[in-house]
């Protein structure tokens, strides 16, 4: 480049010099070059411009730049095709990559772009549909298959064919032979008279990089030009590709580009339709699964309520009988998610485990403390994951580095699509021990209301606790292998957000685990501070009481043995306590006093029990 002070006429003479690549006109221009140092000083004594009278000559001589070597299109080969009108929305993420990879943005250097994001985000699409709206600013542009190295590397060679048409044989003989193919494209990438392609390599989700081990996984690097020049595209699920620069695609946002998804996929009018609006608000904007749910709908008579009670009731029967939409290829929204989980679980199994144990908790507000609860009889990969704050942010890191797990202030968040994939796919078999552990989570972190802020720290918890009451997931578990204490305390929980069904049903539950760990006649069973609680709340009216009306009760003895035996099974002993009241308190104090001390009965039992003596 000339110097900074260098004059109109020098920058001039630079410039026409890089652009000349005839011969004559190269000549020409050294010869003027070497006379500069004359032509300044006669136009400083003269007063002549010369540099304008060069100028005016040159002009004649018709310079323009030389366009790269050869110009050879779109050239997509086996990429998935994507219908103009079927592509919507994402007009900011394609205003960027446009003004990112553009050659006209760094002329003078390589640009390399990732498209990142998790699996069904439409990574693939979005790099098609700039090429579909820019392909005029490149003279070539290619695809590649980059989901493993053999693919890529038959996609590479497959290139040779194009750039080489006269190579004798279009595929590949040997390893050696694909090799030199290999090496001949790159080398036409690097020349430096061709600068203005673009190259695509699709769904690099498995890389092998410094600090990223993968037994499967390969550097994508060692394909790229010689030359750093020309515009490079990468779709992935990989956030830790640090040599491009990242355009993280996220869910669709707003309602109705939603429903326009749905629109064109079905081929239906969605059109103040309350039920597509409740179907594309389940999907949560994410591009695979409301591409899904067209398609089937575009082959079936099934409406769209029929669909959403299929996707959240019949999620097997989907996954094994409808077919995903054509431009997504092989990766249907069921099978989507496990090329990354199996990429998780080979580099860190810790992870993979996290990752199942989320399918039971709520998809939203995952936090390190709701982890970090000892636990008797842990599984291995608890106790590894729990050791330490470091190991626990290792595994939140893998995830997070695949995509499968949003990190956000102060917590961790799954898409709702994926967080249905955890529960329906990885754990379609019942996992007891993952429920153990995620009730043990929940519980743990329950607050009694004597504590500070306990309000806000149980609302935070409440979702999680609601989530392990699906039906899905209660219709399975055996709950005697959960343990009471944990029980009691989503009881309480429940109760003291009103919801009243479901801390019954946890309070009944939790009574049969306290009578099977010390029988029904155990004194713990009043005596502990969990089990006053307890009885406390079934005394509450939210609690329904069967009616114990013609029910007798002939003495104090009987009274308390009825309260003992009836323990287990709470629904009468409102009633029961009632009754017993009425016996024993015409004796006053002393009477009530001596009652319960016969029985094993504490004074703060008597206390909370009958509060008006």
Not at 64 to 87: E, H, W
Not at 207 to 231: K, V
Not at 363 to 377: I, M, P, T, V
Request: glycine share 4%; hydrophobic share 35%; net charge neutral.
């Amino acid at each position: 480049l000339p110097c900074d002070d260098a004059s109109k006429l020098e920058r001039t003479l630079k410039a026409l010099k890089s652009l000349a690549k005839e011969d004559k006109i190269q000549e020409a221009l050294e010869k003027i070059y070497k006379s500069n140092d004359l032509l300044i000083l006669y136009q400083t004594t003269r007063h002549v411009d010369t540099g304008d009278r060069i100028l005016e000559e040159l002009s004649k001589l018709s310079v323009t730049p030389v366009a790269s070597l050869k110009s050879y299109g779109v050239c997509l080969g086996r990429a998935p095709q994507v219908a103009d009108d079927i592509f919507i929305g994402r007009t900011s993420e394609l205003q960027q990559l446009r003004d990112w990879l553009s050659p006209k943005s760094q002329p003078d250097s390589q640009r390399i772009i990732s498209i990142a994001g998790m699996g069904g985000m439409g990574k693939t699409q979005l790099s098609l549909a700039h090429v579909r709206d820019c392909a005029d600013h490149y003279s070539s542009v290619f695809w590649v298959n980059a989901k493993d190295e053999t693919s890529l590397r038959q996609s590479m060679a497959a290139l040779s064919v194009i750039v080489f048409p006269e190579s004798a044989n279009p595929v590949a003989a040997s390893t050696d032979d694909e090799k030199v193919k290999i090496d001949k494209v790159r080398r036409w990438l690097s020349d430096s008279q061709n600068d203005r392609w673009l190259l695509i390599f699709d769904n690099y989700d498995d890389p092998c990089l410094p600090g990223m081990d993968s037994f499967t996984g390969y550097d994508i690097r060692i394909y790229f030009p010689y030359r750093a020049q020309g515009s490079i595209l990468i779709t992935t699920r990989s956030r830790q590709l640090l040599f491009a620069k990242q355009l993280l695609l996220k869910k669709l946002e707003g309602i109705e580009q939603s429903l326009a998804v749905l629109a064109a996929r079905s081929g239906r009018a969605v059109n103040r339709d309350a039920s597509a609006t409740k179907l594309a608000l389940r999907l949560d904007g994410l591009p695979l699964a409301l591409a899904t749910a067209g398609a089937y709908l575009n082959q079936s008579a099934d409406s769209f309520d029929d669909y959403l009670e299929l996707y959240n009731n019949s999620w097997s029967d989907l996954r094994q009988y409808s077919r995903g939409p054509v431009d997504y290829e092989d990766r249907t929204l069921y099978s989507t998610w496990n090329v990354s989980f199996q990429q998780v679980r080979s580099q860190d199994p810790v992870a993979a485990e996290l990752l199942k144990l989320m399918a039971y908790l709520d998809n939203q507000d995952l936090w390190y403390g709701l982890f970090q609860q000892e636990l008797n009889d842990a599984p291995a990969w608890w106790v590894e994951m729990t050791k330490s704050r470091v190991r626990f942010n290792q595994a939140i890191s893998t995830l997070h580095g695949y995509s499968l797990l949003e990190v956000g202030e102060g917590g961790y968040s799954l898409h709702t699509c994926e967080h249905d994939w955890t529960l329906e796919y990885l754990n379609q078999e019942f996992d007891q021990e993952k429920y153990r552990l995620a009730t043990h989570c929940v519980a743990a972190n329950v607050s009694w209301r004597s504590e500070a802020e306990y309000w806000v720290k149980n609302r935070r918890v409440l979702p999680h606790a609601c989530r392990l009451q699906r039906f899905r997931i209660t219709a399975a578990v055996g709950w005697a292998e959960v343990e009471p204490d944990s029980l009691f305390r989503f009881a309480y929980l429940y109760e003291q957000n009103d919801l009243k069904v479901e801390a019954e049903k946890m309070y009944r539950r939790a009574l049969d685990g306290y009578e099977k760990v010390w029988g029904p006649n155990h004194p713990s069973m009043l005596r502990t501070p969990n089990n006053l609680r307890l009885l406390n709340a079934v005394q509450a009216e939210h609690i329904k009481v069967k009616d114990t009306n013609t029910q007798t009760l002939d003495n104090d003895d009987e009274a308390a043995k009825t309260v003992q035996r009836l323990q287990p099974s709470p629904s009468p002993i409102k009633a029961v306590f009632n009754r017993l009241k009425k016996k024993i308190c015409g004796g006053g104090k002393a009477k009530v006093k001596d009652t319960y001390i016969k029985y094993g009965l504490p004074q703060v039992f008597c206390r909370n029990n009958l509060p008006d003596i």
